[in-house]
Structure formats: C-alpha cells, structure tokens
C-alpha cells in the first residue's frame, strides 16, 4: 500500500472514531435486531415447551426431560461451536454483510427441520445444525455492531441490539407457556394455556418452532438492506467503497444536528493480513492472552446462563415443581431478560466492562437465593426476575468487551474464538447439572450450583482483564 493510500485508510478510520452518534438509519438497528430476536427465540424456546416435546415424541415422564435435555443442549451448543469457529471467519475473510445472510439462512431451515423432526435423533440433528447458524451470527452481528457504532456508545448499541434478542426470549417463553401447557388457574399456570387438548396436546412445541422459522426468513429478508462495516473494507484495502459509506454516515450525523467533531489523530492501520484469521491471535501475544483470559470466563459463565436459559423449567420440574408451576416461573424471570438488557442500555458505559460481569454474579446470587427459600410461586417469580437481570446483564456489555479485544482483520475470529470454545463450558456444564438435578436434595443446593460457575468467572474477569471503554478500536487492538 502506498503512503498516500496508508493516510486515506487513517482518515477514514479516524473519521468513523470521531462520530458522535449513530450515523445509519435507525432502521438498522430494527433491521438487525429482528434476526436476534430470532436468534433468542430459539434459544428459550426449549425452556418451556421442552417439557412437551419429551412427553409426546421421546415418550417419557415430565420428571425424566431433564435427562433427555442434556444432550440436545450440548448438540446445540456443540453446533454452536462448530459454527463459532468455521463459519464466523469467512466473515474475516469475505465480509460481515454476507455471512450475516447466510447464518440467518441456516437458522431458519434448522428450525423447520425441527419442527417436523419424527424422534429424538432428528431433534437432536435439528438443534445442532441450528446452533451451527446461532454460533456464527452472535458473533458476526456483534463484531458488526461493534464496528459501526460511535467509541463511547458501542456498549449502548450492542445492549440495544440484546433488547430484541430478549423480546425474542419473552415470546419464546410465553409461547411456550400457551402453546404447550395445560391450563392451571394463575399463577400455578395460564387458565388459557392450549396444551392439553386437540392439536395443542400433542404438537403445541412443532408449533413454536414454525414460529421461529417463520421469523427467521423475515430477518434474512431484512439484512439484504445492510451496509458492509467500513472497517472491514479498509481493512481489504477497499478505500473507496469505505469512503462512500463514511461519507453517508458523516451526512446523516450532520442532518441530525450534530457537528463533526475535530478528527483525531491517525492511527496506523494494518491492511496485510494473514491466510488463517486466527493466525493473528496466535502468533500474537497480547491477543492470545486476551483470548486465554476470555475463554475461560465465557468457558465457566455460559453453565450459569444457559442452566437457567435452556434448563429452567426441566431443572425445576426435577426440583417437584409441576410443569404449569415451572413454566411460569420462568415466564415471570423472562421479564427480568428483558429489564437486563434496558439497565445494560441505559448503563453499561458508565463502568469498566469487566465490573459488570461481578454486578451480574452478585444478582443472580440473590435471585436463585429468593426462589430456594421462599416457596411461594409470587415471590418465586419475582426471584425468577431479579435472576434473569443477573444472568443477563452483563452479557451485551461482555460481547462488546470481546469484540473490542481482537484487530479488524480478525475481529469475528476472535470474538468466535471466545464465544465458541466458551459455549463448550456451557454445553458440559448444563450435561453435568441436568443430569444431577433430581438427586440434589434442596433447591438451594441446585442455584448454588448454578450460580458458582458465574461467581467463579466474575473473579477473575474482575483481577485480570483489560480496560476497554471509551477506547478507539484501533487504539485497543491495533
């Protein structure tokens, strides 16, 4: 690259650090935000409508879904590693844009494979392949998120992004409730609940993963709108395309009201990059630490959250719940989803990244404490809430953390480095839970369980990462 060409790619990356505000349509992030929502909803749909599934296709008691759920998680989870490591880099390679089309594409066919799949086998395939398409997405989308939003404001988008991924969450659980429960007077279940007679009875959980198809093609149809990531592009030594898009972004500012800010100084900006994405985390030593303290908080914290994500309402049913108590006590903590990501919102640039997976561990504590002593359903579900704020609220915040800690050539690589070995703690975590759940003799005993994974992790997020807010990417990871 010529030194001339070298300036113009730092100006244009120092152009993008200067913007005060979201610089695309707000549309975008709508646009974005469905195919999370998607994204969430098919990870609690299995929360409730699990518990159907098991009874009417795999032939088993209420009490014995928990066995069953264990390796579907794992096969979902293993999916999502797959995807994680294979599919997130070609990203790297041949852009956010594109990939971001072809993971929805994957998700959506998945899911009407597992509504239609005839025994446990195809369920199991369905869910795996699923994850494959999961893996991959979370990792581009917040990789994207992460390029395009303004430095002190990538925290605030990213959790904007997580309110739709929670919205997808509440009608997954909700869904579930009403599409494959039997009716129960509120609040031990739903008076309106369908699942126990007609069609409902028996295929109330094909339904929801129709649904979830169904949303799937609505996101894919969305994203054909999306602009590639400027940084990306300049990344590729596509100056003039980054340039156009920078020009766009920098009008939009201006017709908002906003003035442009003076440009900062130029950082040098690496267009060379190597065959293998991950080549530049490994041969790099500030990048394989990062990734070596990452892995091991996502590595234990994913047990925590997909414990209570995926296995609520079996692990409660294990507990002597019924399936109608169960269900709205992790409908009621759904609402709890959704309040995480608003506080993450509204909060998550005023502390250091790495704080807010401590203030995270310490809300879950006390959510699982509420719901193990108190045995009323009322105050069982409020715990649920304050539970589902816990696990939740540092994740958004954590995704930009982790995107934030590898370069642009390898930024998706990295995050998916993370994320992905990270999904592994989680699917041998919940195997591992879910498989002792019934032998466990309190419920206290059953949340300590689950909750210790996440304190373990704050730990050491709290003693050895790395600063990051209100940072330039460039400036974090050049």
């Not at 300036?7 to 469905?34: C, H, M």
């Not at 999306?226 to 592009?233: Q, V």
């Not at 994500?309 to 006590?329: C, D, H, K, N, R």
């Not at 502390?351 to 105050?379: D, F, M, Q, S, Y």
């Amino acid at each position: 690259m010529s030194k001339e060409i070298s300036e113009k790619a730092s100006q244009i990356i120092a152009r993008l650090d200067r913007l005060p505000t979201w610089a695309f349509n707000y549309i975008l992030l709508g646009i974005i935000g469905v195919g999370e929502l998607f994204t969430f909803f098919d990870i609690f749909n299995i929360n409730v409508s699990f518990v159907q599934t098991a009874i009417t296709l795999f032939h088993v008691t209420p009490s014995q879904a928990a066995v069953l759920l264990g390796p579907v998680v794992l096969g979902n989870l293993a999916g999502y590693v797959i995807g994680s490591l294979i599919l997130s880099p070609i990203a790297d390679r041949i852009g956010r844009r594109d990939m971001l089309m072809i993971t929805m594409l994957i998700m959506g066919l998945s899911s009407f494979y597992n509504a239609f799949a005839p025994n446990y086998i195809n369920f199991f395939i369905a869910r795996t392949i699923t994850g494959i398409g999961v893996g991959a997405d979370l990792a581009i989308v917040n990789t994207y998120v992460s390029e395009v939003a303004p430095k002190a404001y990538r925290s605030k988008y990213v959790s904007a992004i997580f309110i739709f991924s929670t919205i997808g969450g509440f009608l997954a659980i909700w869904l579930g409730l009403l599409l494959t429960t039997p009716p129960a007077p509120f609040p031990q279940g739903l008076p309106v609940a369908l699942g126990s007679s007609g069609y409902f009875a028996t295929n109330g959980w094909r339904l929801m993963y129709i649904i979830g198809g169904l949303l799937a093609f609505i996101g894919l149809a969305l994203r054909f709108s999306l602009p590639e990531s400027p940084r990306w592009l300049v990344s590729k030594n596509r100056i003039d395309e980054a340039e156009k898009i920078v020009n766009m972004m920098e009008e939009k500012v201006k017709n908002r009201g906003h003035q442009l800010p003076p440009l900062p100084s130029l950082l040098p900006v690496y267009t060379q990059s190597k065959p293998v994405p991950y080549l530049e985390i490994f041969t790099n030593k500030t990048y394989l630490k990062r990734f070596g303290l990452l892995v091991i908080i996502w590595f234990l914290a994913y047990t925590t959250v997909y414990s209570i994500a995926s296995g609520l309402t079996s692990l409660l049913v294990a507990q002597g719940y019924s399936p109608s108590e169960a269900g709205m006590i992790s409908a009621f903590g759904i609402i709890g989803f959704i309040l995480a990501a608003v506080i993450a919102t509204l909060y998550g640039e005023k502390v250091e990244r790495k704080w807010w997976i401590g203030i995270g561990a310490l809300i879950t504590v006390i959510g699982g404490l509420i719901i193990a002593l108190i045995p009323n359903l009322i105050i069982d579900g409020l715990g649920a809430i304050i539970l589902f704020i816990g696990f939740n609220v540092w994740v958004p915040i954590a995704y930009t953390w982790t995107s934030e800690s590898f370069p642009t050539r390898a930024r998706t690589s990295g995050f998916a480095l993370c994320d992905g070995f990270g999904h592994l703690g989680g699917g041998i975590g919940v195997l591992y839970i879910t498989s002792i759940a019934s032998s466990l003799h309190s419920t206290v005993a059953l949340f300590g369980l689950i909750a210790s994974f996440l304190v373990v992790s704050s730990i050491i997020a709290m003693i050895g990462g790395h600063y990051t807010a209100n940072k330039r990417l460039d400036e974090i990871s050049p």
